[in-house]
């Protein structure tokens, strides 16, 4: 892949994460939202508990907040963090000792992840706006990294395992979901501008 054809790429994911964002009732190429969610074992009455703008617009493929080992007062990076889901679960199961940094791509949803930070009172989260290749976080910083589903969306895997690397103390954990493929695409698919496997 060409460094233009990942530029496209990358361009493309933003732009249609980002309608996820602003407008989670349509029709988008990926599932969204809440009943998507619990789908995927959040479970309601914890949902209930959290603000709506941000299980709304998610866009994850796994419940990987509730299933991850996060110790109360750790350091949490949410990779992808979209409208926060992730994000605001985890600041809970740290605790006020702990501290959660999300870092998502587009502008639009951590605008809605702002909103939803807000509405929680969640204190002990940061949001920063940055790619997965270039994490705007000191090294050694993490205790536990949470990536929900960004794998096939970025074809600048290994420099994205080297941040993960990186910021991830000695000893450090990351906790990972994504979809994978059972079979090869066809070629129709592989050209078409809809898949997404990079």
């Not at 990942?6 to 407008?23: G, I, P």
Request: aromatic share 6%; net charge negative.
């Amino acid at each position: 892949m060409t460094a233009t054809d990942r530029t496209h790429l990358r361009d493309k994911v933003r732009v249609a994460y980002s309608a996820a964002a602003e407008l989670p009732n349509e029709k988008h190429a990926f599932p969204v939202g809440r009943g998507f969610a619990q789908s995927l074992g959040y479970p309601a009455d914890l949902l209930d508990r959290l603000p709506a703008v941000a299980s709304d617009a998610f866009a994850g493929v796994s419940n990987v907040s509730v299933f991850a080992e996060i110790p109360s007062g750790a350091t949490i990076l949410d990779l992808g963090c979209g409208a926060s889901l992730d994000a605001l679960i985890a600041a809970r199961r740290v605790g006020p000792a702990g501290k959660v940094i999300a870092v998502d791509f587009s502008t639009a949803m951590l605008a809605r992840a702002h909103q939803a930070v807000m509405e929680a009172g969640a204190s002990n989260l940061e949001l920063r706006e940055a790619g997965a290749e270039q994490l705007p976080i000191v090294d050694e910083e993490i205790d536990v990294a949470m990536v929900n589903g960004i794998f096939n969306l970025n074809p600048s895997r290994d420099a994205i395992f080297r941040e993960l690397a990186r910021v991830l103390r000695r000893g450090g954990t990351a906790f990972t979901a994504e979809l994978i493929l059972s079979s090869p695409l066809p070629p129709e698919a592989r050209a078409s501008e809809s898949n997404w496997f990079a």
